[in-house]
């Protein structure tokens, strides 16, 4: 094996630099023919398997455009309504408008947060969230033999969604399924680590939402990270519901010392976020728990500095790098984002939307239930099923009742909550040959329902 550092410059198949590659690097050869065949590798994987769920849009995505138009027929037919069909137009145009405004209008804050957020992973953040919750990991995965280099994938991968680092989480997750496949003994079946893996992944465990906090910057909230403090709490009950059933399948005892100490303790904090919230006057909550979110945003990108500084990392480079990204992301997403909400303005315009939200309506008021939640719900049905199509459904929540509306603020909670379940499971699995997911998908799913119940709740004590 060559050994010795070449100094060299990665090209992609198509004949341009890698992101983060403009510049020479010097770096050892071996590592180098590892991290490529592992980069060719994953992204292969990622392509097979994001190809299962991009039909599965393609569906959807074909089913607004049908019922909508369906519906709009039965309208015309019985319900003489000759201008539902001038609204289904009128709501194409103006929703390919909207898409592109808002595309265009994320550059500025997607260019300001990944720059900040390159900051805070060369300045070791991740590392940090790595070495915090280590040893709660190595409790949970207790059929991993000790040392195996799982542990660090699986580290570094959850520490990277809790900030919000999807680019570097995706990668480090397929390397821990990659080397906890090396220890199953039924190859075609998920094993015990495979599966906790996996429901701590889809259950979304957010300290950040960056993505929604932008959203909401574009569409004209007056706080946008008002949702902060609503969002850390739902996708908390969501990751601590998806660990726990996933714990009582598995019989790891969470008696024990070192879990209860992490899940007592987490739980305490945001059960005292809880009641001390829930003590306040309505006309006090909204403000302090604004002042806090932004604080401890503000508190977050000064640490993110100071640990890079530290690091002697170059800060100014680094998030010039990192920032760099945001006009090509924002660029990449409005074909995406115009398809979406174009379907839907479709769907809505034809009263389709407004069908089933009122069915729910008159069930959860027939059983005495307060039904002003039911107007977000869509955000809730989706997700599971598709990312982009809950983004969807929350801007169109948002441009329809306003950013700062119970409804507008519910189906941010609610995109924060939890994560892309089915998603989650075609890429993971799929990179592995799992065919046999066993308990994985119902606790992938309950932990979405417990995010979802816990996002309604939380709404109601924050922006009623």
């Avoid at 890698?18 to 490529?36: A, E, M, W």
């Avoid at 069908?355 to 027939?366: M, V």
């Avoid at 939640?373 to 801007?395: E, W």
């Avoid at 909670?413 to 089915?422: I, K, M, R």
Wanted: glycine share 10%; with cysteine; hydrophobic share 55%.
């Amino acid at each position: 094996m060559l050994q010795g550092a070449w100094c060299i410059a990665i090209f992609s198949s198509s004949g341009t630099l890698y992101p983060g590659s403009s510049n020479n690097y010097c770096i050892p050869f071996n590592f180098l023919l590892l991290s490529f065949y592992f980069r060719l590798l994953s992204s292969d994987i990622l392509i097979l398997a994001t190809q299962t769920l991009i039909m599965a849009l393609n569906y959807i995505w074909i089913a607004f455009f049908v019922v909508g138009f369906l519906v709009a027929l039965f309208q015309l037919i019985f319900a003489g309504n000759t201008q539902i069909f001038n609204d289904l137009v009128n709501s194409i145009f103006s929703n390919a408008r909207t898409g592109f405004e808002i595309s265009l209008g994320l550059t500025g804050v997607l260019t300001l947060w990944l720059g900040l957020m390159k900051v805070g992973e060369k300045g070791g953040m991740v590392a940090i969230l790595g070495r915090l919750f280590g040893p709660l990991f190595l409790k949970l995965f207790p059929e991993l033999p000790k040392g195996h280099p799982a542990y660090g994938s699986i580290i570094m991968n959850i520490s990277a969604n809790m900030l919000g680092l999807d680019n570097a989480a995706t990668p480090m997750g397929l390397k821990a399924m990659k080397e906890m496949q090396e220890v199953n003994p039924n190859k075609d079946t998920a094993s015990n680590a495979q599966i906790m893996f996996l429901v701590l992944n889809a259950s979304g465990l957010t300290i950040i939402p960056v993505s929604v906090i932008v959203y909401r910057t574009q569409l004209g909230a007056v706080n946008p990270a008002d949702i902060f403090i609503p969002i850390l709490i739902a996708t908390f009950f969501a990751t601590m519901v998806g660990l726990i059933s996933v714990a009582v399948m598995q019989k790891i005892s969470l008696l024990d010392t070192v879990v209860l100490a992490y899940l007592g303790g987490l739980t305490a904090i945001v059960t005292g976020i809880i009641i001390y919230f829930s003590t306040l006057p309505k006309e006090q909550i909204t403000t302090i728990s604004t002042f806090a979110a932004n604080f401890f945003l503000l508190t977050i990108i000064l640490l993110f500095i100071l640990l890079a500084l530290v690091k002697k990392v170059n800060v100014y480079d680094a998030f010039i790098e990192g920032a760099k990204e945001g006009f090509t992301i924002a660029i990449k997403i409005i074909p995406f984002l115009v398809a979406i909400l174009v379907a839907i303005g479709i769907f809505r315009a034809s009263g389709a939307m407004d069908f089933i939200i009122k069915g729910i309506a008159h069930f959860f008021a027939w059983i005495g239930v307060d039904t002003q939640f039911t107007g977000a719900l869509p955000v809730a049905f989706m997700k599971p099923l598709s990312g982009s199509g809950a983004r969807g459904l929350m801007i169109d929540a948002m441009t329809t009742h306003g950013a700062d509306s119970f409804i507008g603020r519910l189906s941010c909670t609610l995109q924060g909550a939890t994560d892309t379940t089915f998603y989650i499971i075609a890429v993971y699995f799929g990179s592995v040959g799992i065919k046999n997911t066993r308990y994985a998908v119902g606790c992938g799913l309950l932990a979405d329902l417990a995010g979802v119940i816990a996002a309604i709740l939380v709404a109601y004590l924050f922006f009623t």
